[in-house]
């Protein structure tokens, strides 16, 4: 089964600066998609960039972009310029490939921006 | 265009008594599945349809039923309320292809309940 790891449950980061969540998960798959939800304090899982296994580019979305080390089985969230906006749950989930329709999330990050 | 909608937003059950959560898409997916979120899990799956008249388990299914009669419909139904199905339940859907089209589920707001 598959599985995916949260190992920071919380992280700060000074307005404007640079952040970075890890994510690690597990899989004997090859195709498969990986994704960054944000859970504000409203409850709504907002998604904030997704990443296909079979594409070696990493994903960019504005001042989000991922790490993706599909050997490493890796999957860390760079948010650069950090906005108060940014203050979150942050979940990394995956998905198996085209069809399957379970996600399989972390267990998340709380993410803290200071003023 | 509403998306994913879920009623109610909150709820109290007694520990025995029985209630549905709705959830509705007007986007027109096949895929609908549902999620409870506790502290320090992430979200698991309870229940998931490919399709109307079609629904399967997830990882935690006890305690839940489910029935798909249209498309746009995805109810969960508790039978008979226990403290442990206290929780924040999610309602997502999406389309099933995944080349050339957006993938990733869209989740409704959430329904949060207690059972005491």
């Known amino acids: 089964a598959q599985t995916v790891t949260q190992s920071q449950p919380e992280m700060s980061v000074q307005e404007a600066e640079t952040v970075t969540l890890s994510c690690t998960y597990d899989t004997s798959e090859s195709d498969y998609y990986l994704f960054w939800y944000k859970q504000p304090p409203s409850r709504q899982m907002i998604l904030v960039i997704r990443?296909?296994?079979?594409?070696?580019q990493n994903a960019t979305e504005n001042r989000f972009s991922v790490n993706f080390q599909k050997a490493a089985k890796s999957f860390s969230l760079k948010i650069s310029d950090s906005q108060l906006g940014d203050a979150a749950m942050y979940f990394c989930a995956y998905r198996s490939g085209p069809g399957a329709q379970k996600l399989v999330f972390g267990q998340g990050t709380r993410l803290t921006i200071n003023p | 265009n509403a998306g994913v909608t879920q009623t109610p937003k909150f709820q109290v059950l007694k520990t025995g008594q029985s209630m549905t959560l709705q959830c509705a898409q007007d986007?027109?997916?096949?895929?609908m599945s549902w999620y409870r979120q506790d502290p320090g899990m992430g979200l698991r799956l309870i229940h998931y349809s490919v399709g109307a008249g079609i629904t399967d388990q997830g990882e935690v299914p006890n305690g839940y039923n489910v029935s798909r009669s249209t498309t746009e419909d995805f109810p969960l139904r508790l039978l008979s309320a226990a403290p442990s199905q206290t929780s924040v339940y999610f309602c997502?859907?999406?389309?099933?292809?995944?080349?050339?089209?957006?993938?990733?589920?869209?989740f409704g707001q959430g329904t949060r309940l207690t059972v005491v």
């Open positions: 990443q296909e296994a079979y594409k070696q």
């Open positions: 986007m027109n997916h096949e895929y």
């Open positions: 997502a859907s999406r389309p099933p292809r995944d080349r050339g089209s957006h993938t990733e589920a869209f």
